[in-house]
T-cell receptor, first 114, second 113 residues
Framework: QKEVEQNSGPLSVPEGAIASLNCTYS??????FFWYRQYSGKSPELIMS????GDKEDGRFTAQLNKASQYVSLLIRDSQPSDSATYLC??????????????FGQGTILTVHP | EPEVTQTPSHQVTQMGQEVILRCVPI?????FYWYRQILGQKVEFLVS????????KSEIFDDQFSVERPDGSNFTLKIRSTKLEDSAMYFC???????????FGPGTRLTVL
């Protein structure tokens, strides 16, 4: 079983639609969860962080965390062509012998078409 | 806004040569990381560094790799004898605490010929 798994994509949505990105993780000791956006050839850029169960909203982005189901999601409302990128789910255990190591999923490519 | 910087942006080297990749983390951060991303693959953890020592390292981080914080600002990754399979983007990241957000530098593209 992969440590962090994302919906495989690619995902294509029309401009103005909601894009839904999903991620599951295997380590129940995970404590913090991140969504990064990565444009081709660039470094990961933080979109959202979430630490406790429930929803967290920031502008057009909503992250959802369900630790019991080991599931994290990202919703992008009113998708724009500039949102077209690869979205990376990253999970941090940070406890015991682990000092903040991020484990990444393979990424989901999102394309927003006009 | 403070940011992580990395130099060089692109490094080309011959197989077997040593390379040093440099990073300047955000100034008040205490935890430092190196990750790599082979083209088309996921971002992989290499090593974490805290309180002037390695906290954790991955299986990738073998004896050919080393890290150093030679002064109060720089954080370096050295590959002693590069292999073709070391060709990748190398990202440095830093954070204030072990569970906080990690901020990534722009990366160094390493090409081993």
């Amino acid at each position: 079983q992969k440590e962090v798994e994302q919906n495989s994509g690619p995902l294509s949505v029309p401009e103005g639609a909601i894009a839904s990105l999903n991620c599951t993780y295997s380590d129940r000791g995970s404590q913090s969860f991140f969504w990064y956006r990565q444009y081709s050839g660039k470094s990961p850029e933080l979109i959202m962080s979430i630490y406790s169960n429930g929803d967290k909203e920031d502008g057009r982005f909503t992250a959802q965390l369900n630790k019991a189901s080991q599931y994290v999601s990202l919703l992008i409302r009113d998708s724009q062509p500039s949102d077209s990128a690869t979205y990376l789910c990253a999970v941090n255990r940070s406890g015991g012998t682990s000092y903040g190591k991020l484990t990444f999923g393979q990424g989901t490519i999102l394309t927003v078409h006009p | 806004e403070p940011e992580v910087t990395q130099t060089p942006s692109h490094q080309v080297t011959q197989m077997g040569q040593e390379v040093i990749l440099r990073c300047v983390p955000i100034s008040n951060h205490l935890y430092f990381y190196w990750y790599r991303q082979i083209l088309g693959q996921k971002v992989e953890f290499l090593v974490s560094f805290y309180n002037n020592e390695i906290s954790e390292k991955s299986e990738i981080f073998d004896d050919q790799f080393s890290v150093e914080r030679p002064d109060g600002s720089n954080f370096t990754l050295k590959i002693r004898s590069t292999k073709l399979e070391d060709s990748a983007m190398y990202f440095c990241a830093s954070q204030t605490s072990g569970i906080d957000t990690q901020y990534f530098g722009p990366g160094t593209r390493l090409t081993v010929l």
